[in-house]
Each structure stands twice: as structure tokens, then as C-alpha cells.
């Protein structure tokens, strides 16, 4: 029978050095893993007049298909879905939002690496 802490899934290890990044860079983290409607966003973060919907992906740092790679049209377009029904109980004047990618690739030792893509894709496609 295991007493201790559950160990963190790479997936929630990524996220909170994702949320932890975007702190430093001075945005507020509104709320994580959260159900918009049907689909769910990883971090809703605000800086200024700017919503945004943030997308973590984590892999392993041996894995041969980068992290920000594995974020397709479909899971594009449940951002998108997401932040429509965020909007539309939330939005203000003068409010922009934006979709962000934050990859993170964790070695078995070591620093993990984190690559954030600003603007990663738009509210169309």
C-alpha cells in the first residue's frame, strides 16, 4: 500500500512549470484545467487587456515528436470552441485574447526546457 504522495504525471508536472513560467513573466493565472463549455483549457491566464487560453504540452525529452507538434486542428479548434463560451459570459470592452502553446520537455535529469509560443494560432483557421 502506498503512504506517500502520489508522484506527479509528466502532463502535471508540465503544467505547473507552465503556470510557473507565466507567473515570472507577470501573468495572472485565472484558473487551470478548466471546462469551457465541452472542452478544456490547461491555463487561463490574463496580462493586462489580454485573455489567454494556454494549450501545455509535455513530453519526455527522448521523445521523437516535439511537444508543440501534437497540438492539431482538432484540439486548435476546442481552444477556439472554449474561448467562445469564455467570451461570451466574460467578455468586456476592449478585451483581446490570443491562444498560446507552452512545450515542455522534461529529461529524465536535469532542468526541464520550456518553449513559449506567443500567438501560437489565430481565432480562424
Known amino acids: 500500500m502506498w503512504w ?3 508522484p506527479k504525471s509528466l502532463a502535471q508536472r508540465g503544467e505547473d512549470l507552465a503556470a510557473k513560467h507565466l507567473k515570472r513573466s507577470r501573468y495572472k493565472i485565472l484558473d487551470r484545467n ?10 487561463l491566464a490574463r496580462k493586462g487587456d489580454t485573455v489567454v ?10 521523445d521523437p515528436v516535439p511537444p508543440e507538434d501534437s497540438v492539431g486542428y482538432t484540439k486548435r479548434q476546442h481552444l477556439r470552441k472554449a474561448a467562445l463560451f469564455y ?3 466574460h467578455e ?3 478585451t483581446f485574447y490570443r491562444f ?26
Open 92 to 94: 468586456k470592452p476592449g
Open 34 to 43: 478548466v471546462w469551457l463549455g465541452r472542452y478544456e483549457v490547461d491555463i
Open 53 to 62: 487560453f494556454v494549450e501545455v504540452r509535455s513530453r519526455a525529452s527522448d
Open 100 to 125: 498560446d502553446v507552452v512545450a515542455v520537455l522534461v529529461p529524465a535529469s536535469g532542468k526541464p526546457t520550456i518553449t513559449w509560443y506567443r500567438d501560437a494560432f489565430g481565432p480562424k483557421e
Open 87 to 89: 467570451l461570451s459570459r
Open 4 to 6: 506517500g504522495r502520489t
